[in-house]
């Protein structure tokens, strides 16, 4: 768990939020209305996910929103399979009720929405944040730092804090999307991997 050393680190946010910071994300790696508008069904799974592993924070002027927490890819996998579920069903009770080429049609519009918001979101802090380069130890991963356009960098301070809180020890992670955010990530201390990716190990007394 996070250490409580700073009043600026909030409870995560609760899974009923997931719409709202769905949009949040959107807006802050769409970078424009029409972009996020095709980023926002990507946003809202990736969102959800991280949501129900208590992971998300959102900042105090709801501004800005950080995805912060443990690194356990095979969790992350595990949730994302068991969301696509219910998916899996509506497929299978569209061919049940219509023809296998209407329920195809369905199934690839929807998958259309969901690579047209990758697409839309272009690279983003959500990614694979360790490589070889990345020291063993207790990983954490912060992510997902989503800020609304004409704001001042709430998130950025945020995803500070929660570093600060992290246990001694611990080894942070990140895929930043650009090199103005690896900058800013070198400011923190974090040092600078492959592809974008960097790390910082938590060394306190």
Not at 54 to 68: L, P
Not at 94 to 109: E, F, Q, R
Not at 163 to 172: H, I, L, R
Not at 176 to 197: E, I, P, T, W
Request: charged share 15%; hydrophobic share 50%.
């Amino acid at each position: 768990m996070l250490w409580t050393v700073s009043q600026y680190v909030p409870d995560p946010s609760p899974v009923r939020n997931v719409f709202s910071l769905g949009w949040l994300m959107s807006l802050g790696f769409g970078r424009s209305s029409a972009r996020a508008v095709c980023a926002y069904p990507m946003s809202v799974l990736t969102v959800l996910v991280y949501l129900i592993r208590g992971h998300v924070y959102e900042t105090a002027d709801g501004d800005g929103m950080v995805i912060f927490g443990r690194y356990r890819l095979w969790l992350d996998s595990l949730i994302v399979g068991v969301a696509f579920a219910p998916l899996a069903l509506l497929y299978v009770w569209l061919i049940s009720v219509t023809d296998a080429l209407s329920a195809g049609l369905v199934w690839a519009a929807f998958m259309g929405l969901i690579f047209g918001g990758v697409a839309a979101m272009g690279q983003s802090s959500v990614g694979f944040p360790t490589g070889p380069e990345t020291p063993d130890g207790e990983r954490w991963q912060i992510a997902g730092l989503a800020q609304r356009p004409g704001t001042r960098l709430s998130a950025l301070q945020l995803g500070r804090a929660l570093v600060e809180a992290t246990p001694s020890g611990a080894v942070v992670v990140a895929a930043a999307a650009d090199d103005r955010l690896v900058a800013a990530y070198q400011r923190f201390g974090f040092k600078r991997g492959r592809n974008r990716r960097v790390y910082k190990v938590i060394d306190r007394p």
